[in-house]
């Protein structure tokens, strides 16, 4: 139903938070969640028997509609936001991010004109930058006035990275805006191992893990903290792959610093065998980090035991098999580095975490969920089932049994790297400020993604 008077409520299911679990009925009046007392008796209602109800999950990691320099993403904000919104995630964050040269300004522009009306789900952005200055450092607070209020540097990529003296006073600048999220791995460590590699004529996909062995993390998470430190800023360690640098974050915390940690389900899930398949197909999990050992997977599972884990985002970095990740056939270095997870985060972490024992629902809504929301300026309004805040909701199957195969999804890759996978749980309804937006694997409403205007990140 469009604009207007609207009440809906949402009955028979058990509603999940981080605090635990019970039956109740929600009531959702004009987008908003609202307390049983103002619900009206002729309101439409939809029946969610059998089904755990929970807060619309939160993506705060992805790269829609992005230039790697030889080539752009698979996915573009209509097609990676409905495959989002189908999978459950109701909200995404992108990087939106600095061209050199470029302002920040000039960039975030340029995202919201990519991103504005074409998203099925709402969406921030966190601003990537790529070349530092003082003109630089006088538009941070342009961006936390804009709603964007949280950064990203790289310690990799010769052509987006940051040198310390650089992240030390993105760090400091960055200070009561919000977190600094740093890709961790050492730069040089990489390009001198890349090039020795190939000198060597090592130029299939199992070497690039081998460009990247665990050290190179470790030691960039150790760097990146000792920089936070010194600038009393906040870090936020994206795409955690080892349990060498998830031991460098216990370590730091255990001092009393402020971290926000991130690991995706690439690496909770897959072991680095992948790399081993042959016809060129080990391209198809080429990421950085690479995918790990079976020790760092678990590894990785106990720091979300231990809470040393924050979030779960997806690093969604789509590129087709075919002509894209084609383009590294003569060296492992020209591979794009990235993986299509967005639509399938949801059931990935309920089959391999909740359905597998792992964690309790309860857990995977505040993974998912509930701490980013916290974490990125959206306490209130997003992650949770609260009067007030925002009707987005997920209706989910629990019992759900389903393959995921590469003709099924809706991203706009032609390959999933969790091809065969049987799964448990799965998204029955999705509704967005109180919309049915998407049921059953199919978007019903493909343009109503909102810019998410967020305060203070965490
Ligand atoms: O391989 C990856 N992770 N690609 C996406 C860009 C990044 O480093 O986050
Ligand atoms: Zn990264
Ligand atoms: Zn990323």
Redesign the pocket.
Known sequence: MDGGYYMLCIKNGTLVAPQGRWRANIFIENGKIVPESCADPSAECYDASGCLIFPGFIDA?T?LEMDTGTTVTADDFPSGTGAALIGGTTVILDFATQERGGTLSDALRIWHSRADGRCACDYGFHMAVTEWNDAVRAELPIMAEQGVTSFKA?MA?DNLRLNDDELRELFAAARGIGVVGV?CELGDMVNRRVSELLDEGHIEPLWHPRSRPNEVEALAVRRCLELAREANGNAWV??LSTREGLDEIASARALGQNILCETCPQYLTLTDDVYDAPDFEGAKF????PIRSETDREGLWKGIYENNIDIIST?H?SFRFRGQKELGKDSFADIP???PGIEHRPALLWTYGVAAGRITAERFVDLLSAEPARRFGLSGKKGNLEPGADADIVIWDPDAEWTLTADTIHMAADYSPWEGCAMKGRARAVFLRGELSAENGRIIRPNDGQYLFRGPSL
Not at 286 to 289: A, F, Q
């Open positions: 990691h790269h790289y990529y890709h994206v795409h080429v990421c950085s980090p690093d970095c580095n990235g993986l």
